[in-house]
């Protein structure tokens, strides 16, 4: 495993897994895999990615994505939470290094936000580690917004440490460009990213959409301003929206 990390303090895991190209592991004779299985309904999951967890031996990830793709393997499964993240990624290194087949799974795509979890693997394994990118619910909101990618700023809150670079975009893209955020569930959700944008100036009619839970049964999307967004921060810090939202602020 890797030394301990503090991830206000750094090092982040992040920038791991950012390092290098992954170049080196196309010749790998038997890569840890990190795959996306998309925003949640198996219809996303990519052929590729659903050939990584069936062909494993083990597969690690958070309960709430291994059970998304727990009836897809026959794979050992590996889950955990933020508490026992590090003792789960060392016994699934443990089963990596005596030659078992490895893949690690993430909501989505890994890289939309998942780059310290794919980190955290690359720190604890031995074989370089693969990236198998997927759909992720940020690509799902763009086609629902109708928010080109080329036209469209993009920024994750939705990581542990210092967010400050991110809302700096928001705020200095926010009326010239599409904005998709996707927001951070305990301090940074779609309302309290609003009241940042019109504290910095943004207008408040600049139109706003929160579809949470995208290609689930109860997808729902929310179109509204960014002004009326903020009014929904309610006193006691509690959100309207689901944790798994995404904000889309179109352009003037």
Not at 29 to 38: D, K, L, S, T
């Amino acid at each position: 495993m890797s030394d301990p990390y503090d991830l206000d303090a750094g090092p982040d895991p992040a920038a791991l897994a950012a390092s290098t190209p992954e170049t080196a592991s196309l010749s790998a004779e038997n890569p840890v895999y990190a795959v996306g299985i998309g925003p949640g309904d198996p219809e996303y999951l990519t052929p590729r990615a659903e050939r990584a967890i069936r062909d494993a031996d083990v597969v690690v990830g958070f309960e709430t994505v291994v059970e998304f793709v727990s009836g897809r393997t026959d794979a050992d499964l590996l889950t955990c939470g933020y508490r026992d993240e590090a003792e789960t990624l060392a016994t699934f290194a443990d089963r990596v290094a005596v030659g078992e087949s490895g893949t690690a799974v993430l909501m989505g795509d890994p890289n939309h936000s998942g780059y310290q979890f794919v980190g955290k693997v690359q720190a604890a394994v031995e074989p370089p580690v693969r990236v198998v990118p997927g759909v992720s619910s940020l690509q799902v909101a763009a086609s629902r917004a109708r928010t080109p990618m080329e036209e469209t700023t993009f920024v994750t809150l939705h990581r542990s440490g210092d967010v400050t670079s991110g809302l700096r975009r928001l705020r200095e893209e926010v009326g010239e460009r599409h904005l998709l955020v996707l927001p951070r569930p305990y301090d940074w959700m779609p309302e309290d990213v609003a009241a940042d944008l019109l504290d910095s100036g943004a207008s408040p009619s600049l139109e706003a959409l929160v579809l949470e839970r995208l290609t689930h049964d109860d997808e729902t999307v929310t179109e509204t301003t960014l002004g009326r967004l903020r009014a929904l921060a309610a006193d006691d810090d509690t959100s309207p929206f689901s944790d798994l939202s995404v904000l889309a602020v179109r352009s003037d």
